[in-house]
């Protein structure tokens, strides 16, 4: 089982940058693909960034592409989302997730085994 806690959200500036950080619990982080996820308030759960167990291949959603990096560091059990150059579209609680598919690129919040519990991202213009 895996255990996920968020971080690094907060209000910044349109054109501004944050980067979050989901630190894991667990023997086992390796094993999984990790995903970021973002939900406004009356919308539903929308697919971010992608990143597989080794950190050698990554997704992301159109809306973010080129402006949102996401990586992954093993050997600390922790994942980030670099984003840059937000705008008030970005506004949202964001979610990691943990997949046991590790080596299957999914958009799709119900392919996700793992939880954390959300960062608010506040982007004022």
């Known amino acids: 089982q895996v255990q996920l806690v968020e971080s690094g959200g907060g209000l910044v500036q349109a054109g501004g940058s944050l980067r979050l950080s989901c630190a894991a619990s667990?023997?086992?982080?390796?094993?999984?693909?990790m995903g970021w996820f973002r939900q406004a308030p009356g919308k539903e759960r929308e697919f971010v960034a992608q990143?597989?167990?080794?950190?050698?291949?990554?997704y992301y959603a159109d809306s973010v592409k080129g402006r949102f990096t996401i990586s992954r560091d093993n050997a600390k059990k922790t994942v980030y989302l670099q984003m840059n150059s937000l705008n008030a579209d970005d506004t949202a609680v964001y979610y990691c997730?943990?997949?046991?598919?590790?080596?299957?690129?999914?958009?799709?919040?119900?392919?996700?085994?793992?939880w954390g519990q959300g960062t608010q991202v506040t982007v004022s213009s």
């Open positions: 990143i597989l167990w080794s950190g050698g291949y990554t």
């Open positions: 667990g023997r086992t982080f390796s094993s999984y693909a």
């Open positions: 997730g943990a997949s046991q598919s590790r080596w299957t690129i999914t958009t799709a919040p119900k392919s996700y085994d793992y």
